[in-house]
């Protein structure tokens, strides 16, 4: 069974930095799409970022772009965001997920994955 488990999260001041670990265990598909998303109460879950593997292509919102940075280590068993020049309104609960086929068309949307993290909270203060 495939079990995805965030870690990283914490409180830190604008223009910090932050960088989220999501475990990945259990999964035996050779090829996979691998995400983040973030939540705040009362709003939709939206993406931030994703990685196709294998090519390890990635995709981000506009709204982070230039800023975070979604990779991988080399055995695909830990994915991770480094958050840099963070902003108040990055202060989300960030969760991991995963697709089981590495096909990247609805990276952003969260019904495209099959498997999802519990998050971990950021939290940035201005």
């Known amino acids: 069974q495939v079990q995805l488990v965030e870690s990283g999260g914490g409180s830190v001041q604008a223009g910090g930095s932050l960088r989220l670990s999501c475990a990945v265990s259990?999964?035996?598909?050779?090829?996979?799409?691998m995400g983040w998303f973030r939540q705040t109460p009362g709003k939709e879950r939206e993406g931030v970022a994703a990685?196709?593997?294998?090519?390890?292509?990635?995709y981000y919102a506009d709204s982070v772009k230039g800023r975070f940075t979604i990779s991988q280590d080399d055995n695909g068993n830990t994915v991770y965001l480094q958050m840099n020049s963070l902003k108040p309104e990055d202060t989300a609960m960030y969760y991991c997920?995963?697709?089981?086929?590495?096909?990247?068309?609805?990276?952003?949307?969260?019904?495209?994955?099959?498997?999802w993290g519990q998050g971990t909270q950021v939290t940035v203060s201005s």
């Open positions: 997920a995963a697709r089981s086929t590495p096909n990247s068309r609805g990276w952003s949307w969260t019904y495209w994955y099959d498997y």
């Open positions: 259990g999964y035996t598909y050779s090829g996979r799409l």
């Open positions: 990685i196709v593997t294998p090519g390890h292509v990635t």
